[in-house]
């Protein structure tokens, strides 16, 4: 299937070479309409779901920011949609036989640490999988990736500081902290918010661990940014729903979206 998925792409896409992946989470994906070269429906892909979640449109879309090659993923498949995680990775593997060596990952996450406030945009340092499972699980595919691959550095520590760097001289004030990745669909109790915190996370959230754990084993070099859509149940006594997640997404996506397309400048 993966063969398959990578032979439609690129009959789609002729001569185009995307260098960078980025996976816009809800809110976010804004980006690709501003850069939309050539677009493809998931339902058209092989191997690929269809998005059911508000604010991800659902399709592959290329273009090219500030000089380089870019493949972006309109809104992605999450596990508590019903997918199994070898079908939330999926298109991670097809972009890396597509050619991509950086990925950006980004999501909408509630903050756990006191100090963020919603729209505030958070690198990722590091992530706790507390998924109960592991996209790596199952036959290992030799050819992209070993069977127990280093998780030591999967938020790549240079382009953390790249990354870093852009905000600084752009303006944008940056977070930093660690991402704790739930299932969902529900949004966490205040009770499971106190035990992230106690574990070390910074912000939860539904999505981005099993991505960046593929990406990592494959040899992508990772980088995260997460929107602090609201505060985490049990930090705020407001109540939590998507909504606020979007109002929080299109408050910050500006400031997001000139610091990715300056990190991508900055890419080598």
């Known amino acids: 299937m993966l063969d398959n998925a990578v032979k439609f792409i690129c009959d789609k896409i002729g001569d185009f070479k995307p260098q960078i992946g980025i996976v816009l989470g809800s809110g976010l994906g804004e980006l690709a309409d501003e850069y939309n070269t050539i677009s493809i429906p998931y339902s058209e892909i092989p191997g690929f779901e269809i998005s059911t979640v508000s604010g991800h449109k659902g399709q592959l879309v290329f273009g090219e920011i500030n000089g380089k090659q870019v493949v972006m993923m309109q809104g992605r498949f999450h596990f508590y949609e019903g997918h199994s995680i070898q079908k939330v990775v999926f298109p991670i593997k097809v972009m890396k036989k597509l050619g991509i060596k950086t990925i950006i990952i980004t999501n909408a996450a509630g903050g756990v640490n006191p100090n963020f406030r919603p729209s505030d945009l958070m690198v990722i340092t590091d992530h706790i999988n507390f998924m109960g499972t592991n996209p790596l699980i199952g036959l290992n595919d030799d050819s992209m990736g070993e069977r127990f691959p280093d998780m030591s550095e999967v938020y790549n520590p240079e ?3 790249l990354v870093q ?3 600084d001289s752009c303006g944008i004030d940056l977070q930093e ?7 969902g669909p529900s949004y966490e109790t205040p009770a499971e918010v106190h035990m992230a915190k106690v574990i070390g996370a910074d912000a939860v ?13 494959a040899g992508i070099k990772v980088i995260g940014i997460s929107c602090i859509c609201n505060s985490a149940a ?4 407001v109540g939590l729903s998507h909504n606020d997640v979007i109002k929080a997404a299109n408050t910050a996506k500006n400031r997001f979206k000139t610091l990715i397309k300056e990190v991508i400048k900055k890419l080598k």
Not at 210 to 215: F, G, K, Q, R, S
Not at 234 to 237: A, L, P, Y
């Open 159 to 161: 382009l953390i500081e």
């Open 165 to 167: 760097k852009v905000g």
């Open 177 to 183: 902290g660690i991402y704790m990745a739930l299932t």
């Open 205 to 217: 959230g539904m999505s981005t661990v099993p991505e960046a754990i593929v990406a990592s084993w």
């Open 234 to 237: 049990g930090v705020s006594t």
